[in-house]
């Protein structure tokens, strides 16, 4: 710093002021510090930029699937923020496993990390409870986690339960099979809860045998789907996850079994192959970018009022329906 400094003729704290962003420097002195640094070939230190303000400037990201679309696009809005702010990101998979989620979380506060951006597993509130007590800021994304002292994005996904089965209804529809993915995970117990007001608001009963289990992967929604085919009358099928949705494809296309003509299908998410695929999937759509780009804000709002005791929010996004070719009117009574 002190070369550079030297170089642009300022003082050192300008030339911190250009690095952290900590106070306006004019456009005339931040270019002559931004030329040094490009002249000097100027990297800073972060290890030693920490210990001087008791900050690692890392944040953490732990999810439960980075195969999923889903959160590679949530990890994407995450990631802009935290670069903006020159913080680096570190990703974690815990594979929806409550042993591997704990030892992530225990490694990283070891590194002292600034922050969480955390995508709880099935029933891993108590995962959550180690940032708790050690007062590190986190913020939880897609899966709400009711009694936590924590900022809150998730989806807005009983309306889209709802969305996606008023749909169908409206196409004329009567026998709606669910394909339910990791059954204790809020967003799918809401999307499950949407499907059922929409049938009851329509004068439909809910048949608990349309509901079908599939946890939210490929091979399970295959599975799953398999056992729907086997209930007389199904014409159409909601599915809560966009990895059951190319398990629903695969088994329909396996059995010879034409979608929409046969079976309707509307999926959750708009992952980037719904649009290549043949036909085009129905999907109800979420703003994975907007959540994890909020979260970050969250997150640096509680790391600058780390002591600040402000009500914890709860942040719930739209949902939206886009109809495509995998829906249609049903042509007969079904299978």
């Given at each position: 710093?002190?070369?550079?400094?030297?170089?642009?003729?300022?003082?050192i704290?300008?030339?911190?002021?250009?690095?952290?962003?900590?106070?306006?420097?004019?456009?005339?002195?931040?270019?002559?510090v931004?030329?040094?640094i490009e002249?000097?070939?100027?990297?800073?230190?972060?290890?030693?930029?920490?210990?001087?303000?008791?900050?690692?400037?890392?944040?953490?990201l732990?999810?439960?699937?980075?195969?999923?679309?889903?959160?590679?696009?949530a990890?994407?809005g995450a990631?802009?923020?935290?670069?903006q702010?020159?913080?680096?990101?570190i990703?974690?998979?815990?594979?929806?496993e409550?042993?591997?989620?704990?030892?992530y979380i225990?490694?990283?506060?070891q590194?002292?990390?600034?922050?969480?951006i955390?995508a709880?597993?099935?029933?891993?509130s108590?995962n959550?409870?180690p940032?708790?007590?050690?007062?590190t800021?986190?913020?939880?994304?897609?899966?709400?986690?009711?009694?936590?002292?924590?900022?809150?994005?998730?989806?807005?996904n009983?309306?889209?339960?709802?969305q996606?089965?008023?749909?169908?209804?409206?196409?004329?529809h009567?026998?709606i099979?669910?394909?339910?993915g990791?059954?204790?995970?809020?967003?799918i117990?809401?999307?499950?809860?949407g499907?059922r007001?929409?049938?009851?608001?329509?004068?439909?009963?809910?048949d608990e045998?349309?509901?079908?289990?599939g946890c939210s992967q490929?091979?399970e929604?295959?599975l799953a789907?398999?056992s729907?085919?086997?209930?007389?009358?199904?014409?159409a099928?909601?599915?809560?996850?966009?990895?059951?949705s190319?398990?629903?494809?695969?088994?329909l296309k396996d059995?010879?079994?034409?979608c929409p003509?046969?079976i309707?299908?509307?999926?959750?998410d708009?992952a980037e192959?719904?649009?290549?695929i043949?036909?085009?999937?129905?999907v109800?759509?979420?703003q994975?970018?907007?959540?994890g780009f909020?979260a970050?804000e969250?997150?640096?709002?509680?790391?600058?009022?780390?002591?600040?005791?402000?009500?914890p929010r709860?942040?719930?996004?739209?949902?939206?329906?886009?109809?495509?070719?995998?829906?249609?009117?049903?042509?007969?009574?079904?299978?």
């Open positions: 710093m002190k070369d550079v400094a030297k170089r642009a003729g300022v003082s704290s300008t030339v911190s002021h250009v690095l952290n962003n900590t106070r306006f420097v004019s456009e005339a002195l931040r270019s002559k931004e030329h040094a002249g000097l070939a100027y990297q800073p230190n972060p290890l030693g930029r920490g210990l001087r303000k008791g900050k690692s400037f890392t944040i953490a732990v999810l439960p699937d980075h195969g999923n679309p889903f959160f590679v696009q990890a994407r990631q802009e923020l935290v670069r702010q020159n913080y680096s990101l990703t974690c998979n815990t594979d929806e409550l042993d591997q989620e704990a030892f225990s490694s990283l506060l590194r002292k990390v600034d922050g969480f955390i709880p597993t099935q029933g891993g108590g959550l409870q940032l708790v007590e050690t007062q800021p986190f913020v939880v994304i897609d899966r709400y986690v009711d009694g936590i002292p924590a900022d809150q994005v998730v989806s807005d009983r309306t889209g339960g709802y996606a089965t008023e749909h169908l209804i409206q196409l004329g009567k026998r099979g669910l394909l339910v990791i059954p204790l995970l809020t967003p117990i809401d999307r499950t809860e499907y007001q929409a049938l009851q608001a329509n004068g439909m009963e809910v045998n349309l509901l079908s289990e490929i091979e929604g295959y789907m398999e729907l085919l086997a209930i007389n009358g199904l014409t099928v909601f599915s809560t996850n966009n990895m059951m190319l398990g629903v494809l695969r088994c059995k010879r079994i034409r003509e046969e309707s299908l509307v999926g959750f708009d192959w719904a649009t290549s043949s036909p085009s999937l129905t109800v759509a979420q994975p970018y907007e959540m909020i970050a969250l997150l640096f709002a509680a790391i600058e009022s780390k002591n600040d005791k402000a009500k709860t942040i719930r996004l739209e949902t939206s329906l886009i109809s495509r070719e995998s829906t249609a009117k049903p042509l007969n009574s079904g299978r």
